[in-house]
């Protein structure tokens, strides 16, 4: 476990924290989180009013009944939860991790965590109380965050995002089953993975879930520099998962390559949407702004 | 140029040309190892991805392949072959050297002809040839004539007899020429040496197989190809054809060259008249232009002249021209018939007033006696019952008078056998009957051969086939007799003779349709012309120039001599004729030593000669037989080893910079 004061711990907590700040404000100004459409509130008590209480919500009859301004406080007639699931399997380290804590900037791993960090502050800020699941991965405290309100809650999922690095497999099929079976209750899911998984493995466990009433989405994380194998030379590819390794010129195989990744990303993005789960790509390069756009919206 | 190898069977190393080829495609790829966060999406087009496999540094690989293969091609002792332009010459002690004398060398560019070149490149050889070698000198165009002194040993004195080569008119036989080497070799190896501009179609190809045992015998064959290129266009042929409406001369010209020519060509007809033409030929082809003859000609030599180009001597050609002229005819008419067209003379009067410039005059044999032969060209006797005498009609004949002896039912074949017997051309005999009168009769058959064609031209011989005889007198040819035709049965119908200047002819029918469809032909009237016209002028015969040649003079006891111009020729007088050899084309007579011309003679050059173009090479006939004749071998093993140890450090040198980090 890390060291509370770690200085560089700290200094990347920091980083996290500004960063999902500046990207929840500007998905802050003029945007409400929708709610599923079927989502109903119900009397939950009233109290005397005091100044800076919401007006829209006084009880008219109690003040006609008893001459006292009275303000009804209701809820949601069941409490909708936040999830948010990080994969951070050995694959998602491409890009520049090398081994070591992921770069937020130029690796999948970097943009998930940066995505989830911008996600879980959003969420913290309207109130919602919000979980961390990760997926595979080291060097976190905490593999699974129940979902919480509160300051200190937020704080720790930071910390957890700010330690956490790619290692292992995802078995993302069995993840997701695991998470399903864990809350039967409706939730507001987000899965942030590569999805690097023969997709009909973990789309019907996503697609469950989505079925029992959850507002689901994947943020589908990739490199786009990657997959263009712009290199004019070729190379012994690996999966950091492990696996055999493969010889390859680019020159050969980039067009058939880049065939196989497109028709692999209309796979994925039919068998979520046919199973009500919103799919948002997302390249490492990419607008991170625009992302968050299409998975919070 | 060839390519030899000393060791061929290396050359199956070859195979090992794919040992780079192998290695680079088979070895461990020494890449860079990289993670790869897509391996899944790889991983699913990764059949394709292994059969894209490539060939690792290409070029590295070629340079290796290349070693190997300039190793291999070392190991077979490769020898590459140029023909040597500058062959040794003078490495034997014996050489005969062989000058080409024929016609094409005549061919000049202004400034030397090729045989004066040839002589001057062999004077030069055999200036450099080394003491002590001996040096036989032999010319040749249709025979081979050598240096009577046989080997020289001093080259001084040979390139004496080099000088003294003169030009000669024949064909190439380089073959005979070469025969003649061998021979002169019999008993040991030596070189020939040939200066040659062995141009002609068939000149190499006839001379094959002397070549061949040339090489087998074990001499040195070192042709001298000289010529070059050579443009020339030649008159090849003159044809001459008769009608009703005079004479007319084909004259063939070729162009031998590769360039277009404009040529212009006059033909003289004698008395001073020329007939200019003009022609475009094409290269390699052959043209004909056409020249109508005047009536009026001669029967002396004519002569076509083209515009000289560097061969001259086959710019000119002798022809001879038709034997018709201005004549005064004396018809005897045994049969004066009941009607104008049942007399004998009545078609010959009717073709020879077709004539230009003749006159008929007509008598009975009765009358016979009061006429006088003077100014009378020819004389025909037709259907007479009681011929002159010989005496009557020898001076007349001998001076050049033509007499025309034709048959019918007046004549009595024992009495012109008793009174012309001497001058006729066949012995008369009985009449006969070959078919009946309604019926179509018997065909002609004229006769081939080059004494029939001094006669009678391929007009007249087509034009008689369509004769056919109903009777005819039986004739037995004499001896010096010229048949010219019989009829189908084998019946003479048709002879001549020269008798002195002039000739007897004999036709063994009517000159009317009673026993012959003849005067009812289209025949009649040229045959008439040729006939009647013929012995006016002295018989032509067309020769060639550098040739011996023989011209008969039928009759002819006295003494004669042979000129050209005003140049009189040494010449061999024979039983028959003369012999000489026309020393160029020109125009030739006989002539007696009172001037009286008694016979002509037209000379042009050989035929064959007048194509320049060197089909082939003696050389490369040479090198067919023995690759290594009349080359310069270079080794190249060396070479390709040294080419194999600069490859080997070129790609040493670039495997260690391909390495990857």
């Known amino acids: 476990m890390a060291e509370i004061w770690d200085a560089a711990l700290l200094e990347r907590v920091r980083h996290l924290h500004r960063v999902a700040r500046r990207l929840s404000d500007g998905l802050a100004a003029g945007h409400n989180r929708a709610r599923r459409s079927d989502q109903g509130v119900e009397y939950a008590e009233s109290r005397e009013y005091v100044p800076g209480m919401d007006l829209r919500h006084v009880d008219w009859k109690a003040l006609a009944r008893r001459d006292r301004l009275v303000v009804k406080r209701q809820v949601a007639d069941r409490e909708f939860a936040s999830v948010v699931v990080l994969d951070l399997s050995a694959d998602m380290s491409t890009g520049g991790s090398d081994g070591g804590l992921p770069d937020l900037d130029e690796s999948k791993a970097g943009r998930a965590i940066a995505v989830v960090a911008t996600m879980l502050a959003f969420l913290h800020r309207h109130g919602e109380p919000v979980g961390l699941t990760f997926v595979a991965g080291e060097g976190f405290e905490h593999r699974v965050v129940p979902p919480r309100a509160g300051r200190r809650h937020l704080q720790l999922l930071m910390r957890q995002l700010a330690l956490a690095r790619p290692a292992g497999s995802a078995r993302l099929g069995e993840a997701l089953r695991e998470l399903g079976a864990r809350s039967r209750r409706a939730c507001w899911l987000a899965v942030v993975s590569d999805g690097m998984e023969e997709p009909s493995a973990w789309i019907p466990a996503l697609g469950a879930i989505s079925a029992r009433g959850s507002d689901v989405r994947m943020v589908h994380i990739y490199d786009q520099a990657e997959w263009a194998m712009a290199d004019a030379d070729g190379a012994l590819l690996y999966s950091p998962e492990g696996g055999p390794t493969t010889s390859v010129e680019y020159r050969d195989v980039r067009h058939t390559f880049a065939q196989a990744a497109d028709a692999y990303v209309q796979e994925v993005r039919a068998g979520l949407m046919s199973r009500g789960v919103r799919h948002v790509l997302s390249d490492v390069s990419g607008s991170l702004e625009k992302v968050l756009r299409g998975a919070i919206a | 140029m060839s390519l030899s190898f000393g060791a061929p069977a290396v050359l199956a190393l070859a195979a090992l040309l794919a040992l780079p080829w192998l290695a680079h495609l088979t070895r461990i790829q020494r890449k860079n190892r990289r993670a790869f966060g897509a391996m899944f999406v790889l991983r699913r087009i990764e059949s394709d991805a292994r059969r894209h496999r490539r060939v690792d540094d290409r070029w590295l690989m070629v340079l290796r392949m ?75 165009d249709d025979r081979v004539d050598g240096t009577s002194e046989g080997w020289l040993a001093d080259a001084a004195r040979a390139q004496d007899a080099i000088d003294a080569l003169q030009q000669g008119w024949g064909a190439s036989d380089l073959r005979l020429a070469l025969l003649e080497a061998r021979r002169m070799l019999a008993d040991g190896p030596g070189e020939i040496l040939v200066f040659s501009d062995e141009s002609g179609p068939e000149i190499l190809r006839d001379a094959a197989d002397q070549v061949e045992r040339i090489v087998a015998e074990g001499h040195a064959l070192i042709p001298f190809a000289i010529g070059g290129r050579r443009d020339n266009v030649a008159v090849v042929s003159v044809d001459v054809t008769e009608g009703v409406d005079g004479a007319r001369a084909a004259i063939g010209l070729r162009n031998f060259g590769q360039v277009a020519r404009e040529v212009r060509c006059t033909v003289a007809v004698g008395g001073g008249r020329v007939i200019p033409l003009f022609a475009n030929a094409a290269p390699r082809s052959k043209v004909e232009l056409v020249a109508s003859l005047p009536r009026d000609v001669d029967g002396e030599v004519g002569w076509v002249e083209c515009e000289p180009d560097g061969l001259s001597a086959d710019d000119v050609r002798a022809f001879a021209l038709p034997q018709s002229s201005s004549a005064h005819v004396l018809i005897v008419d045994g049969d004066a018939g009941d009607t104008p067209v049942g007399a004998e003379s009545h078609f010959v009067e009717r073709a020879v007033e077709s004539w230009g410039d003749a006159r008929t005059t007509i008598v009975s044999p009765e009358s016979w006696a009061d006429t006088s032969l003077d100014n009378v060209t020819s004389v025909v006797l037709a259907n007479v019952a009681t011929p002159p005498t010989v005496e009557q009609f020898l001076p007349f004949v001998q001076r050049g008078g033509t007499l025309w002896v034709a048959m019918g ?37 004229p006769h081939g051969g080059r004494n029939a064609a001094d006669f009678l031209s391929p007009t007249l011989r087509a034009g008689l086939q369509s004769v056919r005889n109903h009777r005819q007198v039986d004739a037995t040819p004499v001896e010096g007799a010229i048949s010219l035709a019989h009829a189908a049965d084998g019946g003479l119908a048709l002879a001549v003779v020269r008798v002195g200047a002039g000739h007897v002819w004999l036709w063994t029918s009517t000159l009317d349709h009673a026993w012959s469809n003849l005067p009812l032909e289209s025949v009649f009237v040229p045959l008439i012309h040729r006939i009647l016209g013929a012995g006016r002028a002295a018989p032509v015969q067309l020769v060639r120039a550098g040739s011996s040649v023989h011209v008969p003079l039928e009759n002819v006891h006295e003494d004669v001599r042979v000129r050209s111009g005003d140049e009189t020729l040494s010449f061999q007088r024979t039983d028959r004729g003369v012999r000489w050899r026309p020393p160029t084309p020109g125009v030739y007579t006989i002539e007696t030593r009172a001037g009286e011309i008694v016979a002509r003679a037209g000379a042009h050059v050989v035929d064959g000669e007048s194509d320049l173009l060197a089909e082939g090479s003696m ?18 093993a060396t070479p390709l080893l040294g080419l194999a140890l600069l490859l080997g450090l070129a790609q040493a040198l670039m495997a260690r910079q391909t390495r990857p980090s």
Do not use: H, Y
Not at chain 2, 69 to 87: H, N, Q, Y
Not at chain 2, 416 to 424: C, D, E, I, R
Not at chain 2, 622 to 635: D, G, N, Q, V
């Open chain 2, 66 to 140: 290349m070693m190997v293969g300039c190793v291999v091609g070392a190991g077979a002792a490769p020898v590459f072959r140029v023909p040597d332009p500058d062959p040794d010459v003078g490495r034997s002690d014996r050489v005969v050297v062989v000058v080409d004398r024929s016609l094409s060398m005549a061919w000049t560019d202004g400034s030397q002809s090729t045989f004066e070149r040839a002589k001057s490149q062999a004077r030069e050889v055999v200036g450099a040839l080394p003491d002590g070698v001996n040096v036989a000198v032999l010319a040749f």
């Open chain 2, 409 to 445: 039912s007046e004549v009595v074949p024992e009495r012109f056998n008793a009174a012309l017997g001497p001058l006729l051309p066949a012995t008369l005999g009985v009449p006969g009957i070959l078919a009946a009168r309604d019926e179509r009769g018997r065909p002609i058959v």
């Open chain 2, 619 to 636: 050389a490369k006939i040479e090198r067919s037989f023995e690759s290594t004749r009349l080359t310069r071998s270079t080794p190249l």
